[in-house]
Each structure stands twice: as structure tokens, then as C-alpha cells.
């Protein structure tokens, strides 16, 4: 089971971090990742990290977003800052799935976060 939490009502320019807090060690999953759905659109993947520690992100949050890992306390972290409207969505997490790191596919996994709402306005 995934646990979601941290998003809220930001200002543009602000800063928030989402975390994932899993049920199990995080060391047995492949990878993690975080997806976010705004309204009217299709859920797009946002960052993902594998179990050896390597990050993707698509192209729209990076440099602004970044994905961390606490395996003591298995949990995934999403770093927000320098937020935009665009940036509004619910944020959902991901574990279990298959990353491609050839091709940087990746498959999600079964398992999914309650999803947290983030909106950024002024």
C-alpha cells in the first residue's frame, strides 16, 4: 500500500513536496515513480526513480522538480519548486513498475497512491 500526502494550495513561484510512504520496503520495488492528472487530461508520468537510486523527469519539470528516496523510512519524496498554474493536478504515486532505461519507457506498477491535489494559483 502507498500513502500519499503534501500537496496544498500554492502560490505561482512556490514550493511544495509531496511524499509516498509505502507499506513495505522500498528496496522491493524496481521502481517508484509519481504521476500526476489535471483535469480534462490524460495522467502523465512526471519523475520516477529505480532501486539504484537513477531519476527521470519529463521535460516540463525539469530543473524545477526532484525525486528522493528514504529507505529507512520507505518512502519516495517529490521536491516541488518554482511552481506553475500548469503545474495544478492531482499528483498520484506508483510502485512496482518496469523502467526501460534503454529506451526511458516506463511501466507502471500495480500498485497506486490515493492521489493528493495540487493547485498553483494566485
Known amino acids: 500500500q502507498l500513502q500519499t500526502s503534501g500537496g496544498g494550495l500554492v502560490q505561482p513561484g512556490g514550493s511544495l513536496r509531496l511524499s509516498c510512504a509505502a507499506s513495505?520496503?522500498?528496496?522491493?520495488?524496481?521502481?517508484m515513480a509519481w504521476y500526476r492528472q489535471a483535469p480534462g487530461k490524460q495522467r502523465e508520468l512526471v519523475a520516477l526513480?529505480?532501486?539504484?537510486?537513477?531519476?527521470d523527469y519529463v521535460d516540463s519539470v525539469k530543473g524545477r522538480f526532484t525525486i528522493s528516496r528514504d529507505n529507512a523510512k520507505n518512502t519516495v519524496y517529490l521536491q516541488m519548486n518554482s511552481l506553475k498554474p500548469e503545474d495544478t493536478a492531482v499528483y498520484y504515486c506508483?510502485?512496482?513498475?518496469?523502467?526501460?532505461?534503454?529506451?526511458?519507457?516506463?511501466?507502471?506498477?500495480?500498485?497506486w497512491g490515493q492521489g493528493t491535489q495540487v493547485t498553483v494559483s494566485s
Open positions: 506508483n510502485a512496482g513498475g518496469r523502467y526501460y532505461s534503454g529506451s526511458g519507457y516506463y511501466a507502471p506498477g500495480s500498485a
Open positions: 513495505k520496503s522500498i528496496f522491493s520495488f524496481n521502481a
Open positions: 526513480i529505480t532501486s539504484g537510486g537513477s531519476t
